[in-house]
Structures are given as C-alpha cells and as structure tokens.
C-alpha cells in the first residue's frame, strides 16, 4: 500500500486515529493524538472507564482532568465502547495489555481481541499499530493472519507496524511528545506510515525506523531487561554489603561520579508494574522456541522477585533487635504504589510484603496518598490470613507513634521523612528515602 495518502491525511490533520485501550498507555496517547489536531476515538471494552472519559474524569495522574475534558467537549477525543467507529478510522494503535498466565506464558487474549475488532472493520488504505509489550514476532504471527484473514493484504491494502511504548508514568520530564518513538512495519511503506503517525506527535526527527516489527518488539524487551538486569546487580550487592557492613547507597553515588561506563541503578523492595515484571517472562517463553535459555535473564527476574522476601526479613529483624516479634506487631507501609509518585499498584512489591506480614500475624495497615484502597489477590501467600481488601489510612503523628515500625516501600515526593521518622518508633527504609533526614537517625534501619 503507498502510504502517500496516510501520510497527506495525517499532515493535514484529517486523519481519525483510534486508540484501543485506554489505560495507562492509550489514554494518554489519545489525548495527545488530540492535542496534536487530530480526530481521535478512544476505544475501551470497560463501559464504567469510558463513562468517566465520557464525563470528562480522568482517573490517572498523568492525564490532566481539564485536557481531556477540553477534547471530549470538543469533540476531537471520542471515548467509545462500540467498535463500529473503527470503520472511520485512518488509523488504529493497540494499547491492550499483555499479562502472563499462571503457568508463566504470555497472554494475549486482549491482543488477540483487540486484533479481531480492528479486523471487523479493516478497510483500504487503514494503519494498525501494536504498541502493547509483547514477545518478538507477535505483530507478524499473531497480529498479521487475524488481519489477512479478511482477504485484505499487508503492504498492498493496508498497512502494519509494531511501535514500542516508552511512557514512564510519573516522569515529569520525559511524556510522550519528547521521548523519541522507535517504529518497526511489515513493509518499508507500513514502517513510513507509521513513522508519519507518530511524527505528527512528536517531530519527525524523533523517529527511529527499524527494519522490521522484531526488532521494534525485541527492542522494548531490551530496553527493560536492561533495567531488570541493573536492578538485579544492585540488588545483589544490596545483600552482600550488608553483610560487609558497606553502605550501597553511598557505594553507588560514588559510582556515579564517573562520567563514563557507568550508570546509577538503586535496590529497592522488588519491582513491579507491567513491563519490569512481564517482559522477561515473555522473552524467556519466545526463546523457548529457538532451544535457548535466556539464563541471565531469568536470573535477574528471580532475584528482583526474592526481594520483598528480604525486605520482610529487615523488617523482622529490625523488630527483633527491639525485642518484638512479628505476631501481633503494627506494621504501617508507606506507600503501596509499584514506584514512586504513581497511582498503579499493580504488581507492587509492597502489596506481596504486605501479604508476607500479615501472613504472618503482623497487624499491617498501609498509607499511600495516591492508592485509596488495594484489593489483595486471594492467593498462596493470604492461605493463613484474613484480609483481602484494604483501604489507606490516614497518616497522623498518633498513627506513627503507634506502630512498632514503618516500613518506607515507596519513596513518594509527598511524604515528610524528617516528620515521619520524628514520630515512628523504629523505620525501615527500603528506598534510601530518609538520606537527608538529620535528626534521631538511631531509628532507621536501612534495607
Ligand atoms: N503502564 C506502563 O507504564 C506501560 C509502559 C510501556 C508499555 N506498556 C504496555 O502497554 C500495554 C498496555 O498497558 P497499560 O498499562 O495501558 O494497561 P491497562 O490495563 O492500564 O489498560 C489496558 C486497557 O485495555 C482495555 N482493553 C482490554 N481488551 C481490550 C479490547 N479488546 N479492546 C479495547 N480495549 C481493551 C482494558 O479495559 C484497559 O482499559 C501492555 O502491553 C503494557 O505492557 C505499559
């Protein structure tokens, strides 16, 4: 398919683009496809999620309320559950997610879907984007003969690419319109459409072309192993300098004078979210295929997961030295978020050491100014314990003064550590949160 059209359509802002998922990742690319003048259909299977957009509520922070509000009132971003509106769409990126089952394979029922919507209304002339994390070969194996399926071809009728996301939500200095997009197509015309679709977001010198879908898929994977891997080092090196009595912390930030070879990564309670915990998961299921075992990897992947463990091992230690067992212990975490100022608690390691305390018999209450309430998955590590759902508590002087030890999970910017640690009895600190706090230091225990 010559992508001229595509392209003509984009730059005189007559396209329609649909985004498929409105989530963390396609919500605030629709409002940006709508800020940058073209007509945009948001398109979600959840009824309530797009009742709010429809309302104009966001319910993430990174998406202004009043941004979207302007677009919806507007008319240029249109939250819709039916999939008819496909069939005016230029375009259609698919931001679904992409989980793993229990037994650790991907899961890509809503990719799948997501495809088979797109195919019930493809047309002539139409882009589809994959932008969901996924395993190398999905936009070609899975995604391409659902597509074709309908008789229309690849490169002659329509066009399809797969572009990684690389939003990183809570980061105020790289959003979406200057992190530069990397876009792989079926074709050299899918890769220009697709390059002329995302160029009209964020500056066509912002596109990195690659040869094909693969290595665009390959590359996100790499760009967060990359991470895993770092994490995992430090991670490591967390366990042994305690052991040596070494500070990590300080360790690293002298590291990090070197203006070369080297690049800060710091230990923490475990990973969490969508991508850090999934991507080698899908990796190591792809490479089954191909016989290889992708051994650091995994590596990284188990150490990053044994994390919360150790960090509940601190924390039991810590009580310890105080005289007090975990039974029967307060427990406040601060902060259930999976990093930093964020609202998304999914896969959070601090829900898991959560569950570990309280599977235990500590009396565990948590506080996140951005995370109302958490809904615990019913699973091996609650079989002893009684809670499922939990609502944050407020953070007072007298919460803190009555906790046998509060545990710093998430470092949010919000938190007051000089404050906290005046009132808490004992804190452990999983983030290096309380580097600066001067005062009554005897009290902290760092992770
Ligand atoms: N969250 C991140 O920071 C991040 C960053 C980079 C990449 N990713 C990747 O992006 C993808 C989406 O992640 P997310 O965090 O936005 O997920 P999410 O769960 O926040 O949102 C996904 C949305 O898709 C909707 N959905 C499911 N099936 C659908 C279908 N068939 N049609 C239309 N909508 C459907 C869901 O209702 C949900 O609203 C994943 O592959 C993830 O790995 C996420």
């Not at 070369?260 to 990973?271: A, I, K, L």
């Not at 407020?394 to 919460?399: D, K, S, V």
Request: charged share 25%; with cysteine; proline share 6%.
């Amino acid at each position: 398919m010559p992508h001229q059209a595509f392209t003509r359509k984009v730059e005189t802002r007559t396209a329609t683009v649909a985004v498929l998922g409105l989530g963390y990742v396609g919500l605030p690319l629709a409002v940006a496809f709508a800020d940058a003048g073209l007509t945009t259909v948001g398109l979600d299977i959840d009824e309530e999620k797009v009742d709010q957009l429809r309302r104009g509520v966001s319910y993430l922070r990174d998406v202004p309320a009043a941004a979207l509000a302007g677009h919806v009132q507007a008319g240029r971003l249109v939250p819709a559950t039916d999939e008819a509106v496909l069939a005016r769409a230029d375009a259609a990126v698919i931001c679904v997610p992409t989980p793993f089952t229990k037994a650790k394979a991907p899961d890509l029922t809503a990719v799948i879907g997501a495809a088979e919507m797109v195919a019930r209304h493809l047309h002539a002339g139409q882009l589809v984007v994959l932008q969901s994390t996924t395993y190398p070969g999905t936009t070609e194996e899975v995604v391409r003969p659902i597509l074709e399926r309908t008789g229309l071809e690849v490169g002659r009728d329509f066009c399809l690419a797969f572009s990684p996301e690389r939003i990183d939500p809570g980061n105020r200095r790289y959003v979406i319109t200057n992190t530069p997009k990397v876009v792989g197509g079926c074709t050299p015309a899918c890769t220009e459409a697709c390059a002329a679709l995302f160029g009209a977001l964020i500056g066509h010198d912002q596109i990195h072309r690659v040869r094909g879908p693969k290595a665009a898929e390959m590359c996100k994977l790499l760009e967060n192993t990359f991470r895993s891997v770092n994490i995992a080092l430090v991670n490591e090196m967390l366990e042994l300098c305690d052991r040596m009595g070494i500070d990590l912390w300080e360790v690293i930030d002298a590291a990090a004078t070197k203006p070369f070879g080297f690049m800060p990564f710091y230990p923490g309670p475990g990973v969490g979210g969508h991508c850090i915990p999934v991507d080698p998961v899908y990796l190591a299921w792809k490479a089954r295929e191909y016989d290889f075992h992708t051994r650091f990897i995994e590596l990284a992947a188990e150490t990053n997961a044994g994390m919360p463990a150790y960090t509940v091992r601190k924390v039991t230690e810590a009580l310890n030295r105080a005289g007090r067992p975990v039974k029967g212990s307060k427990i406040l975490i601060l902060g259930v978020a999976f990093k930093r100022d964020i609202d998304d608690p999914r896969n959070s390691p601090a829900l898991e050491i959560l569950k570990l305390l309280a599977t235990q018999g500590a009396e565990v209450t948590y506080h996140d100014p951005y995370i109302p309430k958490v809904v615990l998955s019913a699973d091996r590590f609650l079989a002893g314990a009684s809670i499922t759902t939990l609502e944050s508590v407020p953070l007072t002087a007298a919460r803190l003064e009555a906790q046998d030890c509060v545990l710093v999970a998430v470092a949010h910017r919000d938190f007051d550590f000089p404050w906290i640690v005046r009132h808490s009895r004992l804190v452990v600190d999983a983030q290096n949160a309380t580097k600066a706090v001067r005062e009554r230091r005897e009290k902290i225990v760092k992770l």
